[in-house]
């Protein structure tokens, strides 16, 4: 009968050899890829630009970012100021039709 | 131009690469191209490897801007490709694409001849190397795609704690702990159908 309760460290470190040696084996297939295969890596390479132009869109990708929150203040200062317009314009029309009703006719077709 | 290119140092052609020479990337996948598909021809199914060493040419081009001139290209090449296949097996898992292979009965045996300890020696049998490579594929598809590429690297090409942390991008102890995990889990599936048996 055979022993198979623990297998011996030297059996296990055996066993390890083996299997690098078949792990090993698999990239041992030193056939050039074909031709085709290099047109596509180059064609990919080519789609993505040369590095000036790439360093151009992180350039403005960059200052988009940077540029952000300067853009964001400017339109809560914006939102602000047209508001405070709105108000003012709101009350002037207001007090307009308080204080003459007859004349401040807003709608008048004719 | 071309003839110019092919004999020059890595390091003149990529400064051409960036300088705006896209074309000049061509000599450097011709000569690193054997390189490639021989790390990544061991770490992924030999239908993908075209397609993994694909990547890793896009992935070296897209990084060239941050290569370190201390190194040698080769070695960061080299990084690339194990850091492409470990993506590629992460990406597997994580949309469950693993095949489950089972170990048919003369796998099986095979493996409890190997781990008798009162077996006769089998390693001598040069004709059951492709029982050998199904076993291997069995054992890494069981394992996670961290613990797979640690296995392949530290027990099977034999690299160091340090060569293997490099070329993943990991710190040394979680080489350490990983690779004795790894291992654990390994001899785990080498003796499962035995504790079965038992």
Request: neutral net charge; hydrophobic residues 40%.
């Amino acid at each position: 009968m055979k022993n198979f309760n623990k297998p011996s460290r030297q059996r296990m470190d055996q066993l390890t050899e083996k299997l690098a040696e078949a792990y090993r084996s698999k990239g041992a297939d030193d056939r050039p890829p074909p031709e085709k295969w290099r047109q596509n890596v180059m064609r990919s390479i080519r789609q993505m630009g040369t590095f000036e132009e790439k360093n151009n869109r992180e350039r403005f990708g960059y200052l988009t970012w940077r540029l952000a929150p300067v853009a964001a203040v400017l339109l809560i200062l914006m939102s602000l100021w047209i508001k405070q317009v709105d108000d003012t314009l709101e009350f002037q029309i207001a007090s307009l039709i308080v204080s003459d009703p007859a004349q401040a006719d807003v709608y008048d077709p004719f | 131009m071309q003839n110019q290119t092919d004999a020059a140092p890595d390091i003149d052609i990529i400064r051409h690469v960036t300088s705006g020479d896209v074309n000049a990337f061509e000599t450097l996948i011709k000569r690193y191209q054997s390189h490639v598909f021989s790390i990544v021809r061991r770490h992924v199914p030999r239908d993908m490897a075209d397609e993994v060493a694909h990547d890793v040419f896009v992935r070296a081009y897209q990084g060239l801007s941050g290569f370190a001139e201390k190194s040698a290209f080769k070695s960061w090449l080299s990084g690339i490709a194990v850091r492409t296949c470990y993506d590629f097996w992460r990406n597997k898992y994580k949309i469950q694409e693993i095949p489950v292979s089972r170990l048919s009965d003369a796998h099986r045996e095979w493996l409890e001849n190997s781990l008798s300890n009162d077996a006769a020696d089998v390693f001598d049998d040069n004709g059951r190397h492709s029982e050998a490579l199904e076993i291997l594929e069995y054992a890494l598809g069981q394992l996670s795609a961290e613990d797979r590429m640690i296995v392949n690297l530290i027990y099977f090409e034999g690299l160091s704690h340090k060569e293997a942390g490099a070329l993943l991008g990991w710190s040394i102890p979680n080489v350490k702990i990983r690779s004795w995990r790894a291992k654990k889990k390994l001899y785990k599936i080498f003796t499962e159908g035995k504790e079965r048996e038992a």
